[in-house]
Structure formats: C-alpha cells, structure tokens
C-alpha cells in the first residue's frame, strides 16, 4: 500500500525557508490523486497548507500563499514544500497526505509527520 | 475560507457509551465533509468520508450522517482505544478547512 515519508531539516532560523520533501512509496506521485501538506502546531489543530496534481498544478491556503511553494519531482517519486520568510508561528508538525481520488473521498494517507522548530 | 465548528470542544465518556459529535459548516459544503481520529504522537487517520461512507478498515462502531451545514460523527459504544482527538474537514472548497478539533477522554 502507499506509504508516505517526510524529511527534512528539524530547525530553520527565522527569517530563513523551510525545506520538506515526502517520498511516496508504494505506489505512483502520478496517480489520480492530489497531494497535500496539512501542518500542526504544538497543542492546536491542523491547517491546510495546499495542494499538488502531478501534473503540476497547486492550489494554496490565502494565508500563505505568498510564501508557500509545492512542487512535484515524478522522477524521484516526491513532493516538496517551501516556506519562505519563516517566523516562530511557522513551527510546527509537518504532514503531506493523500487525497483519495475525488473531492469527496478525504485524505486516506498521511505521513508520520516531521517536527520543524523556527528558532535561532 | 469556510469555517468548520465542532461541538463540544472536549467530552468526557466512558466506555461501552454512546457519543456524538457535531461539525457545522459556515455556508453549504452539500456531503464534502470528512472525519479524522488522531492520537497523540500521531498523524491523523481518515475514518470517514463524503459524509457517511466508512474508511477500509475502521471499525463499524464508527457513522457520520448530515448534509449542507451540519454533520454528525457517533461512536456506537466507545472502545479504549477510541480515546483520541476527533477532526471534521471540508473538502467542498479551497482552502480546505478543520474543525478546531473534539478531545475525547476517559471518565
């Protein structure tokens, strides 16, 4: 079955761009599904960072959307996430998922996650 | 952005019991409304979706039910191991949005 694998650099400096990639395995990055990041901060709930099709197109939370560039590398079979400008309130609990196919279906596959702390 | 409120924001049960608990959307999402359980240390796990349908794998214990604004997530009779953190999502627009999440914990 799919599995997903989050990696990348535990601590970034502020001011400075967090760096994620999610290695797929276990199935395409070039199937018919969307692929997310969702982050979580310490104590609270998750927000949606945005989305990729493997053909490349995204789409964005507003609230980061200036700062906030997925990518996709179907030769390596993984999605990336940068954040640019990070500050204290960008720490937080990483996750990419899977959409299920549709809309409709929810994200039916999620990473371990991967904690990322802003600081100097 | 859609707003996504749950209620309540914790509940305290026991097991064998009974719970519920709701998701209501701020404008019309018609069925695009999913259910996820995490526990701590953990990512969250889908448990049901569109809004009724069971994830392969979850337990039958587990329904959703509503459509539009309003949603319901009940647990037939509460195992230990449904003690856990319960989040709606709306997958009707971009960005898609979260409840503010439902601690469930042990009486």
């Known amino acids: 079955q799919v599995q997903l694998q989050e990696s990348g650099p535990g601590l970034v400096k502020p001011s400075g761009t967090l760096s994620l990639t999610c290695a797929v395995s276990?199935?395409?990055?070039?199937?018919?599904?969307?692929w997310n990041w969702v982050r979580q901060p310490p104590g609270k709930g998750l927000e949606w960072i945005g989305e990729i099709y493997h053909s490349g197109s995204t789409n964005y939370n507003p609230s980061l959307k200036s700062r906030v560039t997925i990518s996709v590398d179907k030769s390596k079979n993984q999605l990336s996430l940068k954040l640019s400008s990070v500050t204290a309130a960008d720490t937080a609990v990483y996750y990419c998922?899977?959409?299920?196919?549709?809309?409709?279906?929810?994200?039916?596959?999620w990473g371990q996650g991967t904690t990322v702390t802003v600081s100097s | 952005d859609i707003q996504m409120t749950q209620s309540p924001s914790s509940l305290s049960a026991s097991v064998g019991d009974r719970v519920t608990i709701t998701c209501r959307a701020s404008?019309?999402?018609?069925?695009?409304l999913n259910w996820y359980q995490q526990k701590p240390g953990k990512a969250p796990r889908l448990l049901i979706y569109?809004?009724?349908s069971l994830q392969s794998g979850v337990p039958s214990r587990f329904s959703g039910t509503g459509s539009e604004t309003d949603f319901t997530l009940t647990i037939a009779s509460l195992q230990p191991e449904d003690f856990a953190t319960y989040y709606c999502?709306?997958?009707?627009?971009?960005?898609?949005?979260f409840g503010q999440g439902t601690k469930l914990e042990i009486k």
């Open positions: 569109a809004p009724s």
């Open positions: 999502q709306q997958s009707y627009s971009t960005p898609y949005t």
């Open positions: 404008q019309s999402i018609n069925t695009y």
């Open positions: 276990g199935g395409s990055i070039s199937s018919r599904n969307w």
């Open positions: 998922a899977r959409d299920g196919g549709s809309s409709s279906d929810g994200m039916d596959v």
